[in-house]
């Protein structure tokens, strides 16, 4: 199947007689005939549900579906972003290791290792996405357990470079883990340019309504965990709390990472998205393919709008012809990027927050990446907690205005552009 069929028809093939669209399975419980049948999925020796905190039917069919898009073995949904990249590298590294990270990464997955995880006694070391390879080799240590990345940088539109940092993880025997919510499957499937892991904000493109917050982890099948059995003892030695099971013996390299973090970390720590919320995940994932071509081709029109217009200091966009990204995102993203453009207002800061006051189309959110065309300053809301040295290092000119081009016509877009920008004084 092709992605846009995909997105249609994967993860869920009813049966005859049942349901076409996903049931909604809203239970937290499951009946079993004997306590044997339900051992059994205690001890992860059947597959099954018991308990919705970690798993439900509804989910795992709209993880199938995303597993299907970016071309993964397994996957699992999360309650959020934020907890599908917790998830993600918290699958591998622990107390005592080390991750090493871009710079260049949305500032609530840049708050939750610099501060959260650091306090569970994770360290990382962030380097700028585009540093020399001396710089990159020096960041790894031999406790490293992962490299972490994200497709196109929210908000600094950086394009990461998959195939240099894959080899350069590969070379130290750890995982490329890449958050794929920008870019989308339609745009980009990492797994294809050596990525191991894929995770998502399903907030954004994925639902694309503003409807619902949620996350999702998919695997690659391609790292072999035993190949390096010393770095991954979690996935390579005996679980006690599932009667000495080993995971990359038992669901071997496509299933043991998904099975851990289900078994491990959704048991422990119940992320887990609501079916409802799944259902309405779904729903938008059958019209993403043609939703996020329409933002590319908007976006397009928008960045070349505002790169001509006396009053834009500079444009940020990796679509744009010219754009310091434009060549790495032909090689990834040949069909287009994402929706979302940055740029400064001339005169800065206070111009800037002046523009925002007069748009009419374009609402004022902290959201990205849905259809509705949407605008932010992240100096003053979402990065307001960084220092000026780490703003920039992330990437964040402090006159930043993130624009996110929605699925209206993209004249009205650019004529609400246009008449804000003009009561700029
Ligand atoms: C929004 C976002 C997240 C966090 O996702 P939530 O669903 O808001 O928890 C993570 N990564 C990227 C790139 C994002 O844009």
Redesign the pocket.
Known sequence: MKTETKCIEAGYQPKNGESRMIPIVQSTTFKYDTSEDMGKLFDLEAEGYFYSRLQNPTNDYVAAKIAALEGGTAAMLTS??????FFAVFNLAGQGDHVVASST??G??YNLFNVTMRRMGVDFTFVDPDCSDEELEAAFRPNTKAVFG?TI??PALIVFDIERFAHAAHAHGVPLIV?N??ATPINCRPFEWGCDIV??????YMDGHDAT???AIVDSGKFDWMAHADKFPGLTTPDASYHGITYAEKFGQGGAFITKATAQLMRDLGSIQAPMNAYFLNLGLESLAVRVERHCRNAEKVAAFLQNHEKIAWVNYPGLPGDKYYERAKKYMPNGTCGVISFGVAGGRKAAEEFMKHLKLAIIATH??DAHTCVLHPASSTHRQLTDEELVAGGVAPDMVRLSVGIENADDIIADLSQALDQVK
């Open positions: 959020s972003g934020q907890a599908a990249n990464i949305y609530g997955t994200e940088a929210n958050d919510t920008f995770t998502h904000s399903t907030t954004k917050v949620g996350g990205v990446a």
